[in-house]
């Protein structure tokens, strides 16, 4: 019996040690608002008949003056002809920025958005014939390394 419990004591030090306090497995968060302009005559190109491959800049602001940090990179595809519904595929590949040499998919990331996971929320904000603004809000967990 002492021996069970000499054995249970050493595992909840060694869960201690692993898991308590700061190491590489501590979570990170980042809550971000972002700009996506979709320009369809500039930043895509059609595939096939209902689907468009996509490169769309990523900006820090929503004006005219805001700086190009990256790309949604991916697949947009007419998912549902008689709704007019769309699926859209993409990764957020940061270039400049906090987040540069970053990438953020679906669920995981690269660089500093390693193990990301969490929501991302988006609202069309602008749309003319031209373009179409998205604000996109994102909070995300995710592992520093």
């Known amino acids: 019996m ?19 306090g700061n190491n590489a497995l501590d979570d990170c968060v980042l809550e971000t608002t ?19 491959i996509i490169n769309w800049p990523i900006k820090d602001g929503p004006g ?24 859209t595929i993409m990764d957020l590949v940061f270039e400049g920025g906090s ?5 953020l998919q679906r669920y995981g990331g690269t660089g500093q958005l390693t193990m990301a996971r969490g929501i991302i929320n988006y609202n069309i904000t602008q749309s003319t014939g031209a373009s179409r603004t998205f604000e ?8 520093s390394l």
Request: aromatic letters at 14%; charged letters at 5%; a negative charge.
């Open 136 to 143: 996109v809000y994102i909070y995300v967990y995710y592992t």
């Open 99 to 103: 987040l540069a040499g970053s990438s």
């Open 2 to 20: 002492a021996s069970y419990q000499a054995i249970v004591a050493l595992l909840c030090m060694l869960a201690f040690s692993f898991f308590g």
């Open 34 to 52: 972002l700009y996506i302009i979709q320009s369809p005559a500039q930043d895509q190109r059609p595939l096939g008949t209902d689907t468009v």
């Open 64 to 87: 005219a003056a805001a700086n190009t940090i990256g790309h949604a990179e991916g697949l947009t595809t007419f998912a549902n002809h008689a709704s007019g519904s769309w699926v």
